[in-house]
């Protein structure tokens, strides 16, 4: 099959803070990437254990995405709406993975027609990944950059039980010099997923995707292999179980 074309890109407007509270919910604030173009398809990002929504690798990619005609909603878990700074308490897991399923819900009803994808950063994207391995059918894709596999120094204790209930296809973006798994580690556990899963590995770049000490953020280069390798896998699922 013919690898499909990334969309065309075009200029996408300003992000708008975005705030919805319901009652006996967790609310949902962060802000909002719309595209230039209509909107169909649309990504709920969060963010790792020590940032917010708007860490700057969340902004570069609500951007891009958005230029390429997805709708991003870049959100705060429960535990930072709840704390500025500090990590979050272990026991507070199942209620951050609430605040993304209602995040996932807030994006959805705005998109009724179109296809919903979620995925964060580290921390954030560990709860994405459980989250949709207790509920498949809750997003269509799942995008995780810089999975934390195991705490630094401590490879046997991996976080992996849940990869073989992932059916939706898995991207991925991982550093070469990243302390929570090396691109080995990665790829072993990627096999334990038995939905589509691609992995774009980043020589040189640590647990913030950027290469160096001097340079924790991702640069543009990565920003725009991120998004086009998402955006091929999933047009390629969707267009191999199109009816």
């Not at 949709?132 to 999975?147: C, H, N, R, V, W």
């Not at 939706?168 to 072993?188: K, M, N, V």
Request: proline fraction near 12%.
């Amino acid at each position: 099959m013919d690898r499909p074309a990334t969309p065309a890109v075009s200029a996408a407007p300003a992000p708008e803070p975005f705030h919805r509270a319901a009652p006996g919910r967790p609310a949902v604030r962060g802000f909002l990437h719309r595209p230039a173009s209509p909107e169909r398809d649309g990504l709920v990002l969060t963010h790792g254990a020590g940032g917010n929504s708007s860490a700057k690798i969340l902004v570069a990619l609500g951007s891009a995405f958005a230029k390429s005609g997805l709708s991003v909603l870049r959100c705060d878990l429960p535990f930072r709406q709840e704390r500025p700074k500090g990590p979050p308490f272990p026991p507070g897991a199942a209620h951050d993975r609430e605040g993304l399923r209602q995040a996932v819900s807030e994006l959805r009803s705005m998109l009724p027609r179109g296809r919903v994808y979620v995925g964060g950063q580290s921390y954030g994207g560990r709860q994405a990944s459980l989250l949709l391995a207790e509920e498949p059918a809750l997003a269509d894709g799942l995008l995780l950059l810089s999975y934390p596999l195991h705490p630094p120094g401590r490879a046997r204790e991996l976080r992996t039980a849940h990869f073989p209930a992932l059916r939706a296809p898995t991207l991925f973006a991982h550093g070469s010099q990243d302390p929570f798994g090396s691109l080995e580690e990665i790829e072993t556990a990627r096999a334990l997923i038995p939905g589509p899963a691609a992995l774009v590995a980043i020589e040189g770049a640590g647990h913030g995707l950027g290469r160096g000490t001097r340079a924790p953020e991702p640069a543009t280069e990565t920003i725009v292999r991120i998004v086009d390798a998402f955006l091929s896998l999933v047009t390629t699922e969707a267009v191999r179980h199109r009816p």
